[in-house]
């Protein structure tokens, strides 16, 4: 069976809408990101907190053009996506009532869009984390007016872990509303240190993924919340790997005793997308959370992610119902397809 005969569902993809270069460019957002013009391109550039180096996203056919993607998507054998905002566009460091302001034009843009294609794709909205009230108000407005599924979230929010009781409120309107969290690496731990090798990507995106999971685990916000629907990047970054080891900690540490289970306990408490790279690491992946708890992504268009997802998981040789499930089945049951 090739590719175009299959139907998965890509449930980590990213977009720029018009609107948000337009609002770039008109100087709106200020020193939060600046529109320019190369010979390689125009590109949108975006302060890094710590670092002097601007990071930068070409304005690519694949981020704006939605008949390039779909031509894409059927070359991936992809039939649905969920689209998110690029991480860029989290803008945490601002001032909470500015960014308000972009996150509710990246919404209704993402709002307008999911509208065009009914029943091939969902969208997750932005929201001003830096402001937990903000958040919330702009959450239940994306999920209940413009029927958005959830939220695309920073794995930090100016260096503080989602975990952290200050967002406990937000996360238990997230629960309340059945919205899915998508949690993207985003000014990641110790970037100044990983300038070299793009190591920055290579390694830092993995690591706050896994900070961020361990964040939530070890603050025993699952105890109370268990209902939440949140999905880790990039194949859960190390946490599959270093489950045993907090499962020792938990065991011997006062300082990891929080939670009421074992860290192993709460690994079905996290979906995760299929972008390891490795069969052999994916399978082990899937051998530690269940084939239940995986889900197609591509982290479309970008350089990082699948530009082959069913071919990946061909390679690890998964049964056909586990297949399945990954493919398309599990994503269809959380986002409602």
């Given at each position: 069976?090739?590719?175009?005969?299959?139907?998965?569902?890509?449930?980590?993809?990213?977009?720029?809408?018009?609107?948000?270069?337009?609002?770039?460019?008109?100087?709106?957002?200020?020193?939060?990101?600046?529109?320019?013009?190369?010979?390689?391109?125009?590109i949108l550039q975006f302060p890094v907190p710590g670092n002097d180096k601007k990071a930068w996203i070409?304005?690519?056919?694949?981020?704006?053009?939605?008949?390039?993607?779909?031509?894409?998507?059927?070359?991936?054998?992809?039939?649905?996506?969920?689209?998110?905002?690029?991480?860029?566009?989290?803008?945490?460091?601002?001032?909470?009532?500015?960014?308000?302001?972009?996150?509710?034009?990246?919404?209704?843009?993402?709002?307008?869009?999911?509208?065009?294609?009914?029943?091939?794709?969902?969208?997750?909205?932005?929201?001003?984390?830096?402001?937990?009230?903000?958040?919330?108000?702009?959450?239940?407005?994306?999920?209940?007016?413009?029927?958005?599924?959830?939220?695309?979230?920073?794995?930090?929010?100016?260096?503080?872990?989602?975990?952290?009781?200050?967002?406990?409120?937000?996360?238990?309107?997230?629960?309340?509303?059945?919205?899915?969290?998508?949690?993207?690496?985003?000014?990641?731990?110790?970037?100044?240190?990983?300038?070299?090798?793009?190591?920055?990507?290579?390694?830092?995106?993995?690591?706050?993924?896994?900070?961020?999971?361990?964040?939530?685990?070890?603050?025993?916000?699952?105890?109370?919340?268990?209902?939440?629907?949140?999905?880790?990047?990039?194949?859960?970054?190390?946490?599959?790997?270093?489950?045993?080891?907090?499962?020792?900690?938990?065991?011997?540490?006062?300082?990891?005793?929080?939670?009421?289970?074992?860290?192993?306990?709460?690994?079905?408490?996290?979906?995760?997308?299929?972008?390891?790279?490795?069969?052999?690491?994916?399978?082990?992946?899937?051998?530690?959370?269940g084939s239940d708890r995986v889900l197609l992504g591509t982290d479309y268009p970008f350089d990082m992610?699948?530009?082959?997802?069913?071919?990946?998981?061909?390679?690890?040789?998964f049964d056909k119902k586990d297949f399945q499930r990954i493919m398309r089945d599990n994503a269809a049951?959380?986002?409602?397809?």
């Amino acid at each position: 069976m090739n590719n175009k005969e299959k139907k998965g569902i890509d449930v980590h993809s990213h977009w720029i809408p018009a609107a948000y270069i337009d609002y770039i460019k008109e100087g709106k957002l200020g020193d939060l990101a600046s529109y320019s013009k190369t010979e390689e391109g125009d590109i949108l550039q975006f302060p890094v907190p710590g670092n002097d180096k601007k990071a930068w996203i070409p304005i690519s056919q694949e981020l704006t053009n939605f008949n390039k993607r779909y031509r894409d998507m059927e070359e991936m054998g992809i039939e649905k996506c969920v689209i998110a905002p690029i991480p860029f566009a989290m803008h945490y460091h601002g001032e909470a009532e500015l960014v308000l302001g972009v996150d509710k034009l990246l919404n209704d843009s993402t709002a307008e869009m999911v509208a065009k294609y009914p029943g091939h794709m969902k969208g997750l909205a932005h929201v001003p984390l830096q402001s937990v009230k903000l958040a919330i108000k702009e959450l239940e407005r994306a999920v209940c007016d413009l029927k958005l599924s959830g939220v695309h979230l920073g794995t930090n929010i100016r260096g503080k872990y989602l975990g952290e009781e200050e967002f406990w409120e937000f996360f238990e309107a997230a629960e309340a509303l059945n919205a899915v969290v998508l949690t993207h690496p985003i000014d990641v731990a110790g970037y100044d240190r990983m300038q070299s090798f793009y190591a920055r990507n290579l390694v830092g995106n993995p690591l706050d993924t896994t900070l961020t999971a361990g964040s939530l685990i070890f603050s025993g916000i699952f105890d109370k919340f268990p209902n939440l629907k949140i999905i880790l990047c990039h194949a859960g970054g190390m946490v599959p790997y270093l489950i045993g080891r907090w499962d020792h900690g938990s065991a011997v540490r006062e300082e990891c005793k929080k939670p009421k289970n074992a860290p192993s306990d709460y690994l079905c408490n996290f979906y995760y997308d299929i972008i390891a790279h490795s069969k052999d690491s994916l399978r082990f992946m899937v051998s530690q959370v269940g084939s239940d708890r995986v889900l197609l992504g591509t982290d479309y268009p970008f350089d990082m992610g699948l530009s082959d997802p069913l071919g990946k998981l061909n390679e690890a040789d998964f049964d056909k119902k586990d297949f399945q499930r990954i493919m398309r089945d599990n994503a269809a049951k959380l986002f409602g397809f």
